[in-house]
């Protein structure tokens, strides 16, 4: 078996979600082999799927553009869309061929558009994995930037063309049509926590909170007040650079990071709402701290965590002055709770490999 898969580049929630269903069909075929289509950094997937695929740097998404890891480029936004869309037909169609030439069977879409172009122009059933559609994610912008319109439209029409769909929770838009509804999908921990502790100096008993902001770098103005919070250690990811100072471990957005063995290494996650973080933080069964944006995805994720997740909302602008640290130990004091493992990646790859067996 062969599987072509396009994931978006936006943060890197895609690509770990694409990691965990890609892993979990390895782990029922171990033969299967995959194309992958993105610009997220191939380490990425070497975490979770060593030497299972052949990497192709493809921008095959354009997402929002981003100012900062909680601040979008509308303007920028529109310009790379009309840059990307519509598809270039000699692009999509050598694609296509080097689908074919690969031997892919079908093609797997983490909400990438091009995947389900290219899949139909090289005659190979797509399958849309999703928590919600670009088009949706656009609508809301329309009446600002009208140029938003032509392509929400094209876009929808575009999703509506894959062959299979699959919803993993928490997702927006509830799809009557879709083949598979999943419970989060989240990649597997693979070392155990007190390894990872041990790896980063610190003992059982030391508590430990990691913050961060998923794929996209950002200046944390409070990193100084973190200090006074001693013993508690704050492991910090997507700065600028590492460094090792008293109760900060700081890595920079380089460094290579398996997410899912820090969080269960910690005793509390504080983060910016996103699908990726959002699974790993309840398969691993962590309390949570987190900071919405003014993005229309974080209203479902919001719901979903505060009913599944021990959990409280920061603002904005609490978050930046660093005002959330006079309750740390009101999120330390939060439960965790024990997960019966990423259910949800099984699912989506039971569906996955159902569909490359019946080809």
């Known amino acids: 078996m062969r599987l072509a898969a396009f994931v978006s580049p936006h943060g890197f929630g895609h690509a770990a979600r694409t990691s965990a269903i890609l892993r979990a069909c390895w ?27 052949d990497y192709h740097d493809t921008q095959c998404d354009v997402g929002f553009v981003q100012r900062s890891a909680l601040e979008i480029d509308l303007p ?44 139909r122009a090289a005659g190979l059933r797509s399958i849309l994995v999703e928590n919600f559609t670009w088009d949706w994610l656009y609508e809301p912008y329309r009446d600002q930037f009208p140029g938003f319109r032509r392509h929400c439209a094209l876009l929808r029409e575009l999703f509506l063309t894959a062959d299979h769909r699959v919803q993993t929770t928490p997702f927006c838009v509830p799809v009557a049509a879709a083949d598979v509804v999943s419970p989060p999908v989240a990649r597997p921990v693979q070392r155990s926590r007190a390894e990872v502790r041990n790896e980063l100096g610190l003992r059982e008993c030391d508590p430990l909170v990691l913050i ?19 013993p508690v250690t704050f492991l910090i990811t997507g700065a600028s ?63 979903f965590v505060d009913h599944a997740i021990p959990s409280f909302e920061i603002r904005e602008e609490a978050f930046h002055r660093g005002d959330w640290l006079e309750r740390v130990d009101e999120l ?23 569909v490359l067996a019946r080809l």
């Open 332 to 354: 330390l004091a939060l439960p965790n709770r024990r997960r019966p493992g990423p259910a949800g990646a099984k699912t989506v790859a039971d569906f996955v490999l159902g």
């Open 27 to 53: 782990e029922q075929v171990p033969e299967i082999r995959f194309d992958l289509f993105t610009r997220v950094p191939a380490w990425f997937f070497e975490e979770s799927i060593p030497g299972q695929f």
């Open 212 to 230: 961060t902001l998923g794929g996209v770098p950002q200046a944390l103005s409070f990193l100084p007040k973190l200090r006074r919070y001693f």
């Open 241 to 303: 650079g590492d460094l090792r100072d008293g109760n900060l471990i700081v890595f920079d957005q380089a460094t290579r990071l398996y997410m899912p063995d820090l969080m269960r290494a910690s005793d509390a996650v504080v983060a910016k709402l996103g699908y990726g973080t959002v699974a790993e933080v309840w398969t691993t069964g962590k309390a949570m701290a987190y900071v919405a944006r003014d993005f229309r995805e974080s209203g479902p994720l919001k719901d």
């Open 76 to 119: 920028g936004t529109l310009t790379a869309l009309d840059a990307f869309l519509p598809f270039d037909p000699t692009e999509v169609r050598c694609l296509a061929g080097l689908v074919q030439r690969a031997g892919c069977e079908a093609v797997l879409c983490d909400i990438s558009p091009l995947g389900i172009a290219v899949a």
